[in-house]
């Protein structure tokens, strides 16, 4: 089987990794994945990355010359994505960039035009219910009538897709795997002595954006009301929520409880996790009416949480989007922005640590079935199976 999967996401060799394992899931399969040639991530001014091929046996990364450096919806490929398609001629074309995406369309139009027959597929997060407006409405009418399969990254993606008139193979599992081999339980005690930890403190834990919609304030004041508990605080990541965290928490009067780390390495992360007694996801939900967004936000994932759970740390998470299904009954799942209720599930895995032992088994067990490169590779390639099947009878 021959795949082509195309998107800026890969341009990081760490997220190849699932792709990498689905190469050599069976013999036979290949995998190429495009990624544009020069890339500017968050739209950061002088920020360039310049691309580089690689490869490891049936799996090879290619950089093709692109168009919008910093745009996912207008990125597009250059000429020699055409020599590319005529020398591997794919049988899966997968673009990752969603369903409005010009390079979606492109790939879809070379594709019949070369004849290859390929199944045409794209990934989304997209998980808030939109309209398109005229021109963009006739690009993604375009796209998803020649759709083949469509990968999407939660439940919620994929019912408002079937709502737009999407009716055609679906399969839902997020974009990236978690390396289990990187997260995994590793005692900790140096790095928590660095940290001011000590040995019967309970660390509760968030990684993450310090904006309003991880709720992080609602995290705060949830443990302001269990300072009679020994705990602390631990908040890795940044962003512009970083100063009203430490008000918060000096009005509170749990400033000496609170741990910020910022511009912590992904490869590094692994050992502040460790540290944790319990990770929290408080994700809210937001609107339209709200924020200065068109449409809103709610959590499409929450790749921190398999993460955790992958390192055997019981995990709570609001129900915010995709994360009680990512959760499932591995974990706690509180309505989001309710203190009480977070207060409650705190309170719970403090007090009752047969409980939070169990959830941490329990966590890493749902983590190897479903959310480890392989497994996620395993459950790509047979959904490209089955439409591979769908072509033949059809033929």
Same mark, same amino acid.
């Given at each position: ?10 341009? +990081? #060799?760490? &997220? ?5 394992? =689905? ?7 290949? *995998? @190429? /994945? ?116 469509? +990968? #999407?990254? &939660? ?5 408002? =897709? ?7 193979? *679906? @399969? /839902? ?223």
């Amino acid at each position: 089987m021959r795949i082509l999967v195309a998107s800026h996401t890969y341009i +990081v #060799a760490l &997220n190849c990794e699932k792709l990498r394992t =689905l190469a050599h899931l069976e013999p036979g399969v290949e *995998v @190429t /994945v495009v990624v544009p040639k020069r890339w500017q991530p968050g739209g950061v001014q002088n920020q360039i990355i310049e691309t580089k091929a690689w490869s490891d046996g049936s799996f090879r990364v290619i950089p093709i010359s692109n168009f919008s450096q910093n745009n996912q919806g207008l990125l597009t490929f250059g000429w020699e994505i055409i020599s590319l398609l005529k020398q591997f001629r794919p049988q899966i074309i997968q673009v990752e960039q969603g369903s409005k995406s010009f390079a979606y369309a492109q790939l879809i139009t070379l594709n019949r035009l070369l004849g290859l027959k390929a199944k045409n597929v794209f990934f989304t997060w997209w998980n808030i219910p939109y309209q398109s407006k005229f021109p963009v409405s006739v690009l993604e009418n375009y796209n998803l009538t020649h759709t083949d399969g469509l +990968v #999407a990254g &939660n439940l919620d993606a994929a019912e408002i =897709l079937r709502d737009r008139g999407y009716k055609k193979a *679906v @399969t /839902v599992m997020p974009q990236l795997g978690v390396d289990e081999r990187l997260f995994s339980r590793r005692l900790q005690p140096e790095l928590a002595s660095q940290l001011g930890i000590k040995s019967e403190e309970f660390v509760v834990g968030f990684v993450g954006r310090f904006v309003p919609e991880k709720g992080i304030l609602t995290l705060v004041k949830a443990l302001t009301g269990l300072q009679e508990l020994p705990w602390k605080l631990l908040l890795l990541g940044r962003g512009s929520l970083k100063e009203t965290i430490i008000t918060e928490a000096s009005k509170a009067g749990i400033k000496d409880r609170l741990i910020i780390l910022e511009s912590v390495p992904h490869h590094e992360v692994p050992r502040y996790i460790n540290l944790m007694n319990v990770l929290v996801l408080p994700s809210e939900t937001t609107d339209r009416f709200k924020t200065l967004t068109a449409a809103g936000w709610k959590e499409q994932f929450g790749h921190v949480l398999i993460e955790a759970m992958a390192t055997k740390i019981p995990v709570i998470g609001s129900n915010s989007g995709e994360i009680p299904n990512v959760i499932g009954e591995a974990g706690l799942v509180f309505p989001e922005g309710n203190v009480e209720a977070l207060r409650h599930c705190i309170r719970q895995i403090i007090e009752q640590p047969e409980l939070s032992q169990k959830l941490a088994e329990m966590g890493y067990k749902r983590v190897i079935e479903k959310y480890t490169n392989k497994a996620l590779a395993q459950q790509l390639l047979a959904f490209y199976k089955k439409l591979l099947v769908a072509r033949e009878e059809n033929l």
